[in-house]
């Protein structure tokens, strides 16, 4: 469960964000002023940080700046104050991930974070899942190559590029659009249809068995899942 920390004196936003986070499945800290905030932002225990800039104690670029100084790189949103193009703009310079003005929308700050949470964890995978191996099947994913039981497979760059995507989602029903967005890029125009073919041709290449795949499933009405 990830856990949101909350930096912010004003008591009826505090505590509609605490209600918000909570209502969504996250863990919730919080904080009413920058020196407690920054204390608690110290010990490394949030997956994400809601920070104001007015505060008392210590406003929120000094919170932001000194973290980042000591080497603390849990993603921080901070809450600017509508118009304040300059608190943008220094608050991205002292290391904020992103910034959602005054007054906002919970929906749209809770969009944020799911995004900037989903995009950590793509991240993480991609460090630390260089290589991935399950039932004879090897992918080298810094090399771009893959192997089946030793033998090398060639696959197209989308064939590859759907795999990749599909092992970082182990055992998530991804959709086609999801697909289409992930591997060919939100701008370009491609039919659902192609996500189809392409599967089939990469079932082919890596399944000992294409009409029943033991990696890549198909999600009836969906999407597929790699086997997990």
Not at 114 to 125: D, P, Q, T
Request: with cysteine; charged share 30%.
């Amino acid at each position: 469960m990830k856990k949101i920390l909350i930096i912010e004196d004003e008591e009826p936003i505090r505590i509609v964000l605490e209600d918000d986070f909570l209502s969504e499945g996250y863990q919730v800290e919080s904080a009413s002023n920058g020196t407690e905030g920054f204390k608690r932002a110290l010990n490394k225990t949030s997956d994400l940080i809601i920070l104001d800039i007015m505060l008392p104690g210590m406003d929120g670029f000094e919170i932001c700046k000194k973290l980042r100084s000591q080497g603390i790189k849990t993603p921080i949103i901070m809450l600017t104050a509508k118009g304040q193009e300059i608190d943008r703009i220094l608050g991205l310079e002292f290391g904020a991930d992103d910034y959602v003005t005054k007054p906002f929308s919970p929906r749209e700050l809770l969009a944020r974070v799911k995004a900037i949470l989903r995009r950590m964890e793509n991240h993480i995978e991609n460090e630390e899942q260089n290589f991935f191996s399950l039932m004879g099947l090897e992918v080298d994913f810094r090399n771009y190559r893959c192997y089946k039981h030793g033998k090398e497979i060639n696959l197209t760059v989308f064939e590859f590029g759907i795999l990749k995507y599909l092992i970082q989602n182990q055992g998530r029903a991804i959709t086609r659009d999801e697909l289409l967005d992930e591997v060919w890029g939100k701008n370009v125009v491609v039919t659902p249809r192609s996500v189809d073919t392409h599967i089939a041709n990469l079932r082919k290449k890596i399944e000992n068995d294409p009409a029943n795949p033991k990696f890549i499933g198909s999600v009836h009405g969906f999407g597929y899942r790699f086997a997990d």
